[in-house]
């Protein structure tokens, strides 16, 4: 009984991004990472090295970043038919984005301290083992930086190609960039202090390098959070929403909510009062236009009052 019109009625909830090529990317980076962390612990204890056990152990943060972002893409994919999840698991890879974030201003804040202690009790400095893992950390991260590039072209659910920000992938992407720029200002310090005797050079660097990296990790929570807290969407685009609605016939929208499903997909609810209510895919297709909107949902009040006649 009324299976038909159900079927068509019925709307999707699955907002998950599909992105297999990134996800494998990840996996090659995050094995590429365990194996030069091994190498680098196992080299810095045999040869008394503290740079490279040091460099070998802060690579660990970032191979924890990288299963964050391995364990969002698969958490997503095998729930996202779960009906516990309302609209389905579309947000779950911008909270591996943001719980990434966090991860990376942890980095930034153990590089400050580090940073602020070396410059106050500067330390003897082995130049050769210390530029040796900076070099082998930034060879390691260019080539996972290139792995980890997003083209920003990727397939949704629903099979078509759009053009988005997968904030999972940037996350990783923004851990890479930021092992590549300690690397680089590592590189800078040593060479200087070594040959012109600065080495307070070092400590300086390390605190611009975690100056930078707070920046990177600020700017990932800030476009993170909104889709976490249902933010909505730019008021331009709602105006042109409530203008389109409210153009057809007597309409008038009395309540009308835009929020985030996922961070390319936008669900709407719209109350209407009109004095002639006319079916509601009616008014959903007043809306066709605006592909941004993955989930309508349309009420209609009759307006009873004689000066809706008017």
């Given at each position: 009984m009324h299976q038909r019109t159900i079927e068509n009625l019925q709307q999707d909830h699955d907002f998950v991004t599909v992105n297999p090529h990134a996800e494998k990317r990840t996996r090659y980076v995050l094995f590429l990472t365990v194996i030069t962390m091994v190498a680098e612990i196992i080299a810095g204890t045999l040869f008394g090295s503290m740079a490279l056990l040091a460099d070998g152990w802060h690579m660990a943060t970032h191979v924890v970043a990288f299963l964050i972002t391995l364990f969002a893409y698969s958490y997503a994919a095998k729930n996202k038919a779960n009906a516990a999840f309302a609209f389905g698991t579309g947000k779950v890879s911008v909270l591996g984005g943001f719980a990434s974030a966090i991860a990376l201003g942890v980095v930034a804040l153990m590089m400050l301290l580090e940073?602020?202690?070396?410059?106050?009790?500067?330390?003897?400095?082995?130049?050769?083992?210390?530029?040796?893992?900076a070099v082998i950390g930034l060879v390691v991260n260019l080539i996972s930086a290139l792995l980890l590039k997003d083209n920003h072209a990727h397939s949704h659910n629903h099979g078509h190609a759009?053009?988005?920000?997968d904030h999972n992938l940037k996350a990783a992407y923004m851990h890479v960039l930021a092992d590549a720029l300690t690397?680089?200002?590592?590189?800078?310090?040593?060479?200087?202090?070594?040959?012109?005797?600065?080495l307070w050079l070092d400590a300086t660097m390390g605190i611009i390098g975690?100056?930078?990296?707070?920046?990177?990790?600020?700017?990932?929570?800030?476009?993170?959070?909104?889709?976490?807290?249902?933010?909505?969407?730019?008021?331009?685009?709602?105006?042109?929403?409530?203008?389109?609605?409210?153009?057809?016939?007597?309409?008038?929208i009395v309540d009308f909510h835009i929020w985030h499903v996922s961070a390319n997909h936008f669900a709407a609810i719209i109350s209407i009062v009109t004095s002639e209510p006319k079916a509601t895919h009616h008014y959903k297709s007043l809306l066709t236009e605006f592909d941004r909107l993955s989930h309508i949902t349309i009420e209609v009040n009759q307006c009873h009052d004689k000066s809706c006649r008017h």
């Open positions: 940073s602020i202690e070396r410059l106050v009790n500067p330390h003897q400095i082995e130049f050769s083992a210390a530029i040796l893992v759009h053009s988005h920000h690397s680089i200002l590592a590189i800078i310090a040593l060479i200087g202090a070594m040959y012109l005797g600065w975690a100056a930078i990296i707070s920046i990177w990790a600020i700017g990932l929570i800030r476009e993170t959070s909104p889709v976490l807290l249902d933010g909505s969407i730019d008021k331009s685009y709602s105006q042109a929403i409530q203008n389109c609605i409210e153009s057809d016939a007597d309409n008038r």
